[in-house]
């Protein structure tokens, strides 16, 4: 694994972690969402994307929106409601719009709208892809068949990413969803391709030649990713049982590398934890923000 890497993963965690942290000691207000076990797809993902990339987030998005721009300051700037906030204060964790990046908190508001961009940047900008974020419970939305239906037909240059772990807030995806997402990626002749690693490097060897080929055909890929929520659903909210909580530790990324690399890996979460808790000292020092700055 490559330095920047695991840097970036680190970064991702201990920004998360912290964000619980402030909400215990009431220190933020409003709601976040964590992608706490989740951190390694937006890694992996960032070196396959261009600049001329859009991409499109969630509520779940603060994890992407790092991987993208590696800028926890603007980002708890604008979750405090604080001075160089990315927005102005306005977006909060969850809406926050920079360059080509755009997050919301409604569920598959963002597909259609990536639908939309894809089918502007094959007129305008062959070779560049928008790339969408969604999960297991987004596919109770029509809105997301609806999208799916129109690009296949106009062969629109869309990355749909499935960051499935299994739970939508407190329903197992069991309970929730009949059938699987590959049957419902062939259901509209789409192409699908289903990742279990937690590798960068190895889902990286894996996508490339599909994401290659979303940009120069182009077509549509549905990326379905196996993963686990680490953390609740949002601040302290997780209603799972012991035993779905322990599976879900078993499988985080922090756990196994970790184990797997302990000097290196003890360096880089040191670094990081020392950095997340800088900023969130120094963001915590500035001034409201007045919103001036938001667009």
């Known amino acids: 694994m490559s330095e920047h890497d695991l840097e970036r993963l680190l970064l991702i965690r201990h920004f998360e972690n912290k964000l619980l942290e402030l909400f215990e000691q009431g220190r933020l207000h409003g709601t976040t969402h964590t992608c706490l076990g989740q951190e390694y797809i937006p890694v992996a993902l960032g070196a396959l994307l261009k600049a001329g990339d859009h991409v499109f987030s969630n509520h779940r998005g603060h994890g992407h929106y790092l991987a993208r721009f590696d800028d926890p300051d603007g980002l708890l700037a604008e979750i405090m409601g604080r001075s160089g906030a990315v927005c102005g204060g306005v977006g909060g964790s969850q809406h926050i719009l920079r360059d080509r990046f755009l997050s919301t908190g409604v569920q598959g508001e963002s597909l259609p709208v990536a639908a939309g961009v894809a089918l502007h940047l094959k007129r305008r900008s062959p070779g ?94 549905i990326v379905e990713f196996d993963t686990y929520r680490v953390g609740p659903h949002s601040k302290g909210d997780d209603t799972r049982d012991r035993v779905a909580l322990r599976r879900a530790a078993d499988h985080d990324w922090y756990v196994r590398f970790r184990q797997a690399m302990p000097e290196r890996f003890g360096a880089v979460d040191r670094r990081q934890r020392t950095r997340v808790a800088a900023v969130a000292d120094a963001v915590a020092a500035r001034p409201l923000s007045g919103g001036s700055n938001a667009f």
């Open 128 to 221: 560049e892809v928008a790339l969408v974020h969604i999960g297991d419970g987004t596919w109770g939305q029509g809105v997301v068949y609806e999208t799916l239906n129109i690009a296949r037909l106009w062969s629109l240059p869309l990355l749909v990413v499935v960051e499935n772990n299994k739970i939508a807030q407190s329903t197992e995806v069991s309970a929730h969803m009949a059938g699987t997402i590959a049957d419902r990626a062939a259901a509209f002749d789409i192409g699908y391709h289903f990742c279990d690693s937690i590798l960068p490097d190895v889902i990286r060897a894996e996508l490339g030649p599909l994401v290659r080929k979303v940009r120069e055909t182009p077509m549509p890929l």
